[in-house]
C-alpha cells in the first residue's frame, strides 16, 4: 500500500517569511525570545534557513499571533491616550 503523503508545513518559506516579519515587528529577536519564553538561540534557529535551522511549529505561530495583537491592541490604546480626535 501507498503511504500517505504529508507536507511538513513547520518549513514553509511563506511561514518564515512571516514568522521575521513578525519579529520584527514585535521589536526584535531578543525581545521575541523573551515574550514567548524561549531563548534567542530558539529563536535564531527558527528564524535560520541554514543548517541548523527547525521548523515552526502550530504553537509558535499561535503565540506569536498573541502577541502580535496584543501589541497591536496596546500600541491602538496608546494611540488613542495620546491623539485627540477632532
Given amino acids: 500500500m501507498d503511504q500517505p503523503v504529508t507536507t511538513d508545513w513547520s518549513?514553509?518559506?511563506?511561514?518564515?517569511?512571516?514568522f521575521?516579519?513578525?519579529v520584527e515587528l514585535l521589536g526584535g529577536a531578543r525581545e521575541t525570545a523573551r515574550r514567548l519564553d524561549i531563548t534567542e538561540s530558539s529563536i535564531r534557529?527558527?528564524?535560520?534557513d541554514g543548517a541548523n535551522s527547525r521548523g515552526i511549529r502550530d504553537?509558535?505561530?499561535?503565540?506569536?499571533?498573541?502577541?502580535l495583537e496584543e501589541h497591536a491592541e496596546a500600541s491602538l490604546a496608546h494611540a488613542r491616550a495620546l491623539i485627540a480626535e477632532q
Avoid: M
Fill in 11 to 18: 518549513r514553509d518559506p511563506a511561514r518564515r517569511a512571516w
Fill in 20 to 22: 521575521r516579519q513578525a
Fill in 45 to 48: 534557529r527558527l528564524l535560520s
Fill in 59 to 67: 504553537g509558535i505561530i499561535a503565540d506569536t499571533r498573541k502577541l
